[in-house]
């Protein structure tokens, strides 16, 4: 595939960075405090499921009001947890946790497999970009993790009015990045939003499984951004 593709695309969050410390452990810390006790890696598994469950309708929440959106998604965790707790004293307060760190760069961390990936592409002379559904705090992130110098273009919806999986915002960055669609890859952890978005666009897309909970996706999935390597 290698001789074939010119660029290759990320997601941020979920699949560069995620939170420090991630979604599962507030979730686990907020339910600790409800007085439910659960095993870090059975609230991971519920929070994916989760994030899978909601993938698509998280694309068009943002502007509206998102608290029924939020309150559905925690319900659905706390069922997979069987977890009994007033569920809006426990929205609140997760909430919270959440407003108090989201919008803090020092709140991002780099996945362990992603700088050795950016490193070797850069070296392989691929050119590399970012496209995601975010504010000014991608920028922010990436500066605050030197993580900014490897991309260019970095497109994100604020800045070009439009949302994944809105094919447009693939199309600005294949224009930004001087790319056919189908020469470029596309990865991201969303099917609905990255994968699909991506696929209608043109591109290559490449699905971040990292908890495996798509097995019945039908497209290019790999469980860590490592993998990728296997197919250029």
Known sequence: M?????AIMFDVGGTLV???PPKEEIFRRVLARNGFQVPLMSVAK????????FDGQGAVVDGVDEGPFWKRYDQFVLDRLGAVVDLEAFSRELSKEFESMLDRAESWAEYPDARPLLEDLKGRDFKLGIISNATDLVDRVLDHL??????D???????????????????????????????MIYIGDKLAVDVVGASRAGLNAVLLDRMSVYEDASCLRIRSLSALRHYL
């Open 2 to 6: 290698s001789e074939e593709i010119d």
């Open 18 to 20: 995620d939170l420090s």
């Open 46 to 53: 519920a929070v994916a499921e989760a994030e899978k469950a």
């Open 146 to 151: 030197d993580l900014a110098k490897y991309f």
């Open 153 to 183: 273009p970095v497109v994100v919806s604020y800045a070009v009015g439009v949302r994944k999986p809105d094919r447009r915002i693939f199309q600005i960055a294949a224009e930004r990045v001087r790319a056919a669609p189908n020469r």
